[in-house]
């Protein structure tokens, strides 16, 4: 089966950086997602890793060990419109099948 | 906006009814994915069909079905309702199977079971 864990909630001040970390058990690898889920809306692509390393993108930089099972998701110069779920998502086997996560709530305070 | 398109909002319905949800995948998406996220229990995928053709299938119920039609959208019952299925209930498309390719979610459709 899969496992993956993410902390429940974190909180951080405008303006810093905040590292959000994943760790996964799986069989079949074939990548690790990132997506941003704002409260009761849909969740949106961030980041895709599928080789070990930083993968950066604006404000939002990913990183994945494979043979460690472990991911973060970088976020810097957070501002209060950051604050939202972050969700770590493994695919595995050939149809593309993700399992997310619960989850990580980051409040972003002034 | 993803150019997935869910109807309807919001239902809300009564335990022993049966309800239809309907999802319309980005243009040129042949792939389309069912979740269904719940306040104790995370993002859950239910199953995925590529091109009208089941490929995946996760923790999806058996009073839960779905189908992708010939024009590319999909719908997913839900029959013999309990309380326990109120949810929100997610499609995500994308353009084919192979592995990494984004998959974009609808806005969600927010089931009420009273």
């Known amino acids: 089966g899969q496992n993956i864990d993410q902390p429940t909630e974190m909180t951080a001040t405008e303006g810093a950086i905040v590292q959000i970390n994943c760790t996964y058990q799986t069989s079949g690898f074939n990548g690790l997602f990132w997506y941003q889920q704002h409260a009761g809306e849909a969740p949106t692509f961030l980041s895709y890793?599928?080789?070990?390393g930083l993968e950066e993108k604006g404000r939002f930089s990913s990183f994945l060990s494979r043979s460690k099972g472990y991911s973060y998701l970088l976020l810097k110069e957070l501002q209060m419109k950051d604050s939202a779920s972050y969700l770590c998502?493994?695919?595995?086997?050939?149809?593309?099948?993700?399992?997310f996560g619960t989850g990580t709530r980051l409040q972003v305070m002034l | 906006d993803s150019g997935v398109t869910q109807t309807p909002k919001h239902l809300i319905t009564a335990t022993g009814q049966r309800v239809t949800l309907r999802c319309s995948p980005r243009s040129g998406d042949l792939s389309v994915y069912w979740y269904q996220q719940s306040l104790d229990q995370g993002l859950q995928f239910l199953i995925q069909?590529?091109?009208?053709?089941?490929?995946a299938k996760g923790n999806i119920l058996e009073r839960f079905s779905a189908q992708q039609f010939p024009d590319l959208h999909s719908e997913l019952n839900l029959s013999s309702l309990e309380l326990g299925d109120s949810a929100l209930y997610f499609c995500a498309s994308s353009v084919s199977l192979v592995p990494g390719e984004t998959q974009y979610f609808g806005p969600g459709t927010r089931l009420l079971v009273l």
């Open positions: 890793n599928v080789l070990d």
């Open positions: 998502a493994v695919l595995t086997g050939t149809a593309s099948k993700l399992t």
């Open positions: 069909y590529y091109n009208g053709e089941e490929r």
